[in-house]
C-alpha cells in the first residue's frame, strides 16, 4: 500500500489537464527563451531557417488543432457510453484512465495552447525576427509530436472501446492487484488470520464509502509513537459507514486526536477503485457477464469467455509464506479465495442457470482450478459447483443436460479434465 500522499499525486498525474498545462509551459518557455537568446543570434538566421514562417505555423496550429480535439474528444466520450451500455459503468473507468487517450487528447489540446500563446506572444512583439528562430524549433517540436499522436491515434480507435477491448482492460486490472496483493499478502504487516483480541480501543469510521487505500507507513509511525499494536478490522473495497469498526488498537485510553491520526491512515471514498481491491476486477467482470446473459441481450458466448479470464486471473494465485514484515505493529487479515470465489462465479451461475453450455464451462473451470491447487481451491470451488447444479436443477433442463453438467462436475478424486 503507498502513502495517502503518493496516493494523491497517483490520482492527480492521472488527470488530462495536467499533461494540457505542460504545453503552455512550454510555450511559455519558448517566448522567454526567445526574449533571452535573440541577441545573441544573427539576424540572416531567420532568413535561412524560413522562421518568418512561424506565424502562418502557429495560425495552422491554433485553427486545426482545435477541431482536432474536439472531434477525438467526441470519439471518446462515444467510447465511453458503449463501455457503460454493453459492458458495465465501472468498466468505463478504465478506458477514461486509458494513457494513450490521456496523452493524445492532451497533445491535441496542448498544441492548440501552444499555438494561441505563440501567436499572442507573437503579435505583442515579444521578441524580434531573431527570437522568432528559437520559436520556429519550437514549434517543429510541437507539429513532430502533434503527428505521432494522429498515428497513435488512428492505431488505437481500432479497438478502443469495444467489447473485447473493456474486457482485456478489466482482467488486466484484476490480475494486476491480485498479483501485487499475492506478493504482498498482508500489506507489508503481520498476519492476522482470527478475529483481533477483544480487549483495547475500537476506531469506528466516521464517514460512508468504500475503504480506497491503507497508509501501512501511517500505521505504523502512529502504533510506534502510542507504544500499541493496531488490528486492521477492513481492506481496500470493503463498504463502510459510520459506526463500523475500522481497526483496533491494544491500549485501551486513546483520546480522540489519537484515534483521528489513526483514521486518516485509512483513505475512504465515493467509489470503489481496482488498484489496491483485487476483489473489484473480479465483480466488474462478472457483471457484464451478467448482463450478457440478461434475456435483453442473450450473449452466453460473452458470459463464457469471462469464465476462462476468471480461470486465468485465479490460476496466478500462489500461497506466500515468506512475505516481508516491515510494519510489524500493524495486523492485517488476509483476502480469502471464497470471496474470491463467490465474487466470480455466484452470479454466473444464477443467472446462467438455463444456459447449458455456460453451466458446463463453469464447472469446468472450477474443475480445473481444483485440480490445479486442490488444498486452496478445493473447499470454495466444489461448494460453489454444488450450489450451481442446485440453481441448473431448478432450471428448465432436461434431464440428459443436467446427466451432462454434472460429469463435468469438479471430481476431488480425480480432477483434471481437460478445459475446452
Known amino acids: 500500500m503507498i502513502s495517502r500522499y503518493a496516493l494523491f499525486l497517483r490520482e492527480f498525474l492521472k488527470k488530462v489537464w495536467v499533461r494540457v498545462v505542460s504545453f503552455a509551459i512550454l510555450a511559455v518557455l519558448a517566448a522567454v527563451l526567445a526574449r533571452l537568446l535573440s541577441p545573441y543570434l544573427p539576424p540572416e538566421l531567420a532568413l535561412q531557417t524560413g522562421s518568418e ?55 491535441f489540446l496542448g498544441a492548440f495552447l501552444f499555438g494561441l500563446v505563440g501567436l499572442v506572444a507573437l503579435h505583442a512583439e515579444f521578441y524580434d525576427a531573431s527570437g522568432k528562430v528559437v520559436v520556429f524549433l519550437f514549434t517543429i517540436v510541437v507539429i513532430g509530436l502533434v503527428v505521432v499522436a494522429l498515428i497513435r491515434w488512428i492505431g488505437h480507435l481500432m479497438q478502443f472501446g469495444r467489447m473485447g477491448d473493456t474486457l482485456d482492460r478489466v482482467e488486466r486490472a484484476a490480475s494486476d492487484a491480485l498479483m501485487r496483493r499475492l506478493e504482498n499478502p498482508f500489506l507489508g504487516g503481520r498476519p492476522l488470520p482470527n478475529a483481533p483480541p477483544p480487549q483495547g480501543t475500537c476506531i ?29 478490522r477492513c481492506l481496500p473495497g470493503n463498504f463502510v459507514t459510520p459506526g463500523r469498526p475500522l481497526l483496533g488498537a491494544t491500549a485501551i485510553d486513546l483520546d480522540d486526536e489519537q484515534m483521528q491520526k489513526l483514521r486518516r491512515a485509512i483513505t475512504i471514498g465515493s467509489r470503489r477503485t481496482f488498484e489496491d481491491d483485487p476483489r473489484f476486477g473480479l465483480i466488474v467482470l462478472t457483471e457484464i457477464a451478467s448482463r450478457a446473459l440478461s434475456p435483453a441481450v442473450n450473449d452466453p458466448g460473452t458470459a463464457i469467455d469471462i469464465l476462462g479470464r476468471h480461470a486465468r486471473i485465479l490460476l496466478r494465485w500462489r500461497t506466500r509464506e515468506d512475505a516481508e514484515v516491515r510494519f510489524d505493529r500493524v495486523h492485517v487479515p488476509p483476502i480469502l479465495v471464497q470471496d474470491m470465489v463467490k465474487d466470480a462465479f455466484r452470479p454466473i451461475a444464477r443467472d446462467g442457470a438455463a444456459f447449458l453450455e455456460v453451466q458446463v464451462r463453469l464447472q469446468k473451470v472450477l474443475s480445473a482450478l481444483c485440480g490445479a491447487a486442490p488444498d486452496l481451491f478445493a473447499p470454495a470451488c466444489t461448494e460453489m459447483s454444488q450450489e450451481a447444479i442446485a440453481r441448473a436443477n431448478a432450471a428448465p433442463l432436461i434431464s440428459a443436460e443436467l446427466v451432462a453438467l454434472r460429469s463435468a462436475a469438479p471430481d476431488l478424486h480425480n480432477i483434471d479434465p481437460p478445459l475446452t
Request: charged letters at 10%; proline letters at 1%.
Open 53 to 107: 514562417a512561424v506565424s502562418q505555423l502557429l495560425g495552422i496550429l491554433t485553427s486545426s488543432m482545435l477541431a482536432v480535439t474536439t472531434f477525438s474528444l467526441s470519439i471518446a466520450v462515444s467510447a465511453f457510453a458503449a463501455a457503460a451500455g454493453s459492458a458495465t459503468p465501472r468498466a468505463t473507468v478504465l478506458l477514461q484512465q486509458d494513457r494513450t487517450t490521456q496523452n493524445v487528447l492532451a497533445t
Open 204 to 232: 469506528a469510521a466516521e464517514d460512508t464509502g468504500y475503504i480506497q487505500n491503507i497508509d501501512m507507513k501511517a500505521l505504523q509511525s502512529c502504533a510506534e509513537s502510542l507504544e500499541v499494536e493496531v488490528f486492521l
